[in-house]
């Protein structure tokens, strides 16, 4: 992939079958991520919390996010990120299998947050991936 790419990106996917997948989505688009897994939206505060509190380089520069989670929704974490101003400005895709859910960007800033349908194959899963990381590449600046 020749287009700017973003260095770190936390997933925050409780289904060990679409980590699975959007790894191999990113290993088809050829992106070199740091690709950091919560599996809910707990650990998912936790990880963000700590990265803001050593420096804010620690931050992803993409954060995939479900909003079916256990412990703490999507929107829980949105709601958390939101609160916190040393998180204002993370970038946010919702990559979730609900399509009636494409208001959660409310709930953060829809600047910083696009809304994504998981697709039913792994070829559309790919194309989805493209469009996520034109929205970082469009949203970050680079």
């Known amino acids: 992939m020749s287009e700017p790419q973003p260095r770190s990106i936390l997933l925050v996917e409780d289904n060990p079958g679409d980590v699975v997948m959007t790894r191999e989505a990113m290993g088809r688009l050829e992106v070199h991520a740091e690709l950091y897994v919560v599996t809910d939206g707990g650990q998912a505060i936790d990880y963000l919390k700590s990265a803001a509190g050593q420096q804010p380089d620690q931050l992803p520069d993409l954060v995939l996010l479900d909003l079916n989670l256990p412990v703490r929704t999507g929107r829980e974490v949105l709601a958390e990120v939101n609160a916190d101003p040393r998180l204002h400005g ?37 194309e989805r991936m493209r469009d996520i990381l034109r929205f970082w590449a469009t949203r970050s600046g680079r």
């Open 90 to 126: 993370l970038l946010v895709a919702i990559l979730t299998s609900s399509a009636h859910e494409q208001d959660a960007c409310h709930h953060y800033r829809p600047e910083y947050c696009q809304y994504f349908q998981k697709p039913p194959t792994f070829r559309e899963l790919v």
